[in-house]
Structures are given as structure tokens and as C-alpha cells.
């Protein structure tokens, strides 16, 4: 007997932009003094998905609710 199934193919994934909080940092010499430079904390590829080959982008809202990782005055947070 044959037995006929409906198939399905893998539809198209939808990709996550990224948005990684910002942080500043300053950068101080003697010579100088301190200045402030913009950057931005980003997650290490092994606490991301992988899809396809390539690896997850987190918003906003998936670093404070999934990782626990917010921006506060002067820093950021990490609730572990």
C-alpha cells in the first residue's frame, strides 16, 4: 500500500536585528585626561542561536528579558 502525506517545505526564518545596549567608556592618560568614548556590550556567539549558519541577532528587548543585560546611568546591569 501507498500512503500519500501532506508535505510541507521549511518555510523562509525571519532575522532579529541586533541592538546591542550602549555603554560608555572612558579612556584616560596622564597626558590627557579622560574622555569618554560610545560603545555598546555584545553577547559572545555561544549564548546565541544558530540558524542556517548564522548566528541570532538580540534586540533590546531579548538582552534585558532573556540575558538580564540593561543600561543604567553610567553603565550597565547584569542580573544573572
Not at 9 to 18: L, R
Not at 26 to 33: E, M
Not at 55 to 80: C, H, M, N, P, W
Request: aromatic share 4%; charged share 15%.
Amino acid at each position: 500500500l501507498c500512503s500519500l502525506g501532506v508535505v510541507g517545505a521549511q518555510q523562509a526564518g525571519t532575522m532579529t536585528q541586533e541592538a546591542s545596549p550602549p555603554m560608555a567608556v572612558k579612556h584616560c592618560t596622564k597626558a590627557a585626561g579622560c574622555t569618554v568614548e560610545q560603545g555598546a556590550v555584545t553577547l559572545d556567539a555561544n549564548w546565541r542561536g544558530v540558524h542556517e549558519g548564522a548566528v541570532d541577532g538580540v534586540d533590546a528587548q531579548g538582552y534585558e528579558k532573556t540575558y538580564g543585560i540593561r543600561t543604567i546611568s553610567g553603565g550597565v546591569e547584569l542580573q544573572f
